[in-house]
């Protein structure tokens, strides 16, 4: 009996190999069709996300000359939006109580701080608002604003050294 290299019998067929295990992993189909879902989803998300943002009012979605008006504590406090002038400004809040201006300014952080109190911030212009009639008291009112030769009828009383004007 003669032996092959193959360790079978001379004569004999040789075996047929088992078939190729599939390697664990992706096949081009299998990519490409998670590639084809991850497209979607992106192409999905975009206009879902611009409609809940919009959903949400701020600042820049309120409609122009909206008004407000409340009275607390006894005050009666309006408030009237102003939509921005030109592409990069920014619209305002005009707020006054008892029909006298209350000026108030919008922190990096999104809250708002009051001419009357500066030392505590407050999450929207109507809190703000609020504070300053707390802090102004009973019988106080806001001054008026003093009319000077600036657009904003502001007039600084400081020393103005070396500044021509």
Do not use: K
């Amino acid at each position: 009996m003669a032996v092959s290299i193959g360790a079978g019998q001379a004569g004999e067929e040789a075996p047929t190999p088992a078939p190729a295990r599939a390697v664990p992993g992706r096949t081009r189909r299998e990519a490409t069709r998670t590639l084809r879902v991850c497209v979607f989803a992106a192409a999905v998300a975009a206009p879902v996300a611009a409609a809940l943002r919009s959903r949400r009012p701020g600042p820049g979605d309120v409609p122009s000359g909206t008004v407000f008006a409340e009275t607390y504590r006894g005050r009666h406090i309006g408030m009237v939006w102003t939509p921005p002038h030109g592409p990069a400004g920014q619209g305002r809040w005009h707020v006054t109580v008892d029909g006298r201006p209350l000026h108030l300014m919008r922190r990096a952080d999104g809250t708002w701080l009051s001419m009357v109190d500066h030392y505590c911030s407050y999450p929207s212009p109507l809190e703000a608002a609020r504070a300053a009639v707390d802090a102004l008291g009973p019988g106080q009112r806001l001054g008026e604003p003093a009319q000077g030769p600036g657009s904003a009828g502001h007039v600084h009383t400081e020393n103005r050294r070396g500044v021509r004007t």
